[in-house]
């Protein structure tokens, strides 16, 4: 995507590019419950592989890169563009920006899957709504998401005052504040906690999509784009891992009313480890200036 886009309207074109993972999430848990109503349990499995092989074909079929080389450039000047991208890409490993964005997207990482793997549960066990009920309502977090990625986006477009990891830092102290008033969500208030649920998840998918797209894309630039994402995204994946190992141990040792007071502590690192980030000059004006 960064061959496509620029440091100017990067943020806008990933935000609406970030929402295919909570529309995809949405679709997908409906295509798979219907699949599964109707032509049982491996319907579930073989549709939603057929529809990924059709994307796939297309994708194959029809993606190009944004930067195709001239015809008549020589095999000196190709081989200066390769040592160009393996020195670029070399920097963007040893950057301290990108291992700041890659420690806040750790836990940003480890709240987004707690949440998508526990919030139906934990509504239905802790706060009393209906097991069909609780899956529906769960679905206000994704929805908010699909907001906050878009709005965010835009913002870091549109604010030049602020770095799009200021703008991401903001964000994650809101959604510590947000996770403590889901602590506090009395039972079987439906609507109470579709708001609640959506305003978390506008302010977690926000810096979520902000982070692993267009900062690292303005940091690593053209030549190591795919690197710099690639560092972040490694980075957060361990503490996605991480709280499958860790969270139901602590509910057990808890109870499942300690996550969102845990989820809102693991918010606030994650926007302490964006300090070192939010600190230095917008690379977006070193893009300009270089």
């Not at 939010?278 to 690379?283: K, V």
Request: with cysteine; proline share 4%.
């Amino acid at each position: 995507m960064a061959e496509w886009t620029t440091p100017q309207n990067r943020g806008t074109v990933m935000a609406f590019w970030c929402t295919c993972y909570q529309v995809g999430s949405i679709v997908a848990s409906s295509f798979a419950a219907y699949l599964l109503r109707r032509n049982g349990w491996r319907a579930a499995f073989f549709g939603p592989a057929l529809a990924m092989l059709v994307v796939a074909l297309l994708i194959f079929s029809f993606l190009k890169r944004g930067d195709q080389p001239a015809q008549s450039q020589t095999l000196a000047e190709a081989d200066l563009d390769r040592e160009s991208r393996r020195v670029a890409q070399r920097a963007a490993l040893k950057n301290p920006v990108l291992w700041s964005f890659g420690a806040s997207y750790f836990f940003i990482k480890y709240v987004r899957y707690a949440l998508l793997f526990w919030l139906p549960y934990y509504l239905h066990d802790t706060l009393g709504h209906a097991v069909d009920r609780a899956a529906y309502v769960s679905n206000a977090f994704e929805a908010g998401g699909i907001a906050g990625v878009i709005v965010i986006g835009m913002l870091s477009d549109r604010v030049r005052v602020f770095s799009r990891a200021m703008i991401s830092m903001l964000s994650l102290f809101g959604l510590g504040l947000a996770l403590l008033l889901c602590a506090a969500l009395p039972k079987n208030d439906v609507w109470l906690t579709v708001g609640a649920l959506a305003l978390v998840g506008a302010l977690l998918f926000g810096p979520d999509a902000l982070l692993s797209g267009a900062a690292a894309q303005d940091v690593g630039g053209a030549a190591a784009a795919a690197t710099a994402t690639g560092l972040v995204n490694g980075v957060g994946s361990l503490g996605g891992m991480l709280e499958g190992l860790t969270l139901p141990a602590i509910s057990a040792s808890l109870g499942w009313q300690a996550m969102f007071p845990l989820l809102a502590a693991l918010a606030l690192g994650g926007a302490m480890a964006l300090l070192p980030a939010a600190r230095r000059p917008d690379t977006r004006i070193a893009l300009r200036i270089a």
